[in-house]
């Protein structure tokens, strides 16, 4: 099972593309160590990523750097596939 889902992220990551905004440069991972993570109370809304990770019940997303920076600083990335 491990093996199909390191081979599935690899594919994401060859695919060479964010897969919030579509951007091509400068791609990493973002992980979250639980799916539970995505949803903590007290917040009013979950991200755009957030439920894009949820719907797709995966932990990591490839993302460009500037989507990456946003999602750790809490504003909002530009999304074009949800």
Same mark, same amino acid.
């Given at each position: 099972? %491990? ?8 594919? #994401?990551?060859? /695919?060479?593309? &964010?897969?919030? &905004?579509? +951007?091509?440069? +400068? ?5 979250? @160590?639980?799916? /539970?993570?995505?949803?903590? *109370? +007290?917040?009013?809304?979950?991200? *755009?990523? /957030? @439920?894009?990770? /949820?719907? #797709? =019940?995966? =932990?990591?997303?490839?993302? &460009?750097? %500037? &989507?990456?920076?946003?999602?750790? %600083?809490?504003? %909002? $990335?530009?999304? $074009? @596939?949800?």
């Amino acid at each position: 099972m %491990a093996t199909v889902r390191r081979n599935e992220l690899i594919h #994401r990551l060859l /695919a060479g593309q &964010c897969e919030l &905004c579509e +951007g091509r440069i +400068g791609l990493q991972v973002h992980h979250i @160590r639980k799916l /539970a993570d995505l949803d903590k *109370s +007290g917040r009013p809304e979950r991200p *755009s990523w /957030a @439920r894009l990770m /949820a719907m #797709r =019940k995966r =932990k990591t997303l490839v993302v &460009c750097q %500037a &989507c990456h920076q946003d999602i750790h %600083a809490g504003r %909002a $990335t530009a999304t $074009t @596939r949800i």
